[in-house]
């Protein structure tokens, strides 16, 4: 059996940046309102550990977003596959120059690449670098809305 998976990525606003790579991405909103509901009304969570967001409570510091086709929790709404989880932290990315040790490669096998790079734009990526590899590739370094890099990559 193979095992489900989260990336976990450190974020100011991590609402925010699960709706930008939910959107990015075609990926779901996970939406815990049942289960932090449930801990407000046994008192296992106080209320300033909440916001509203998109019409319902959840967890300030943590938004996830999942694959659409995945199995989940429904009372959670947790995914188990592939998951994407932004844990709120204090300090902000420093140095917009250092290298992601880890990063995020969008494809789209039917979307051209300067179609697909418009597209992340629209939702609030910056264009950093377009890489030409030849007959390996050809692809543009992009940030998120948090200076986050990742790799769009076009048909």
């Known amino acids: 059996m193979a095992l489900y998976w989260k990336l976990i990525i450190d974020a100011a606003e991590p ?22 509901a449930e801990l407000l009304r046994n008192g296992d969570l106080p209320d300033s550990a909440t916001v509203i967001h998109v019409g319902t409570r959840r967890f300030a510091e ?27 932290v204090p300090e902000r990315k420093t140095a917009k120059t250092t290298k992601n040790r880890l990063h995020i490669d969008v494809h789209d096998s039917e979307r051209p690449l300067e179609d697909l790079a ?33 790799c769009a990559v076009g048909a």
């Open 15 to 36: 609402h925010a940046l699960a709706d930008f790579w939910a959107a990015a991405l075609e990926y779901v909103v996970e939406d815990p309102g049942q289960l932090v």
């Open 118 to 150: 418009r597209k992340l734009e629209l939702l609030g990526a910056t264009r950093v670098e377009l890489v030409d590899q030849g007959p390996a590739g050809t692809w543009w370094v992009m940030r998120d809305p948090e200076g986050n890099e990742f």
């Open 62 to 88: 943590l938004a996830a977003v999942r694959h659409p086709d995945d199995p989940f929790d429904p009372f959670s709404g947790a995914g188990r596959g592939r998951r994407i989880l932004f844990q709120a």
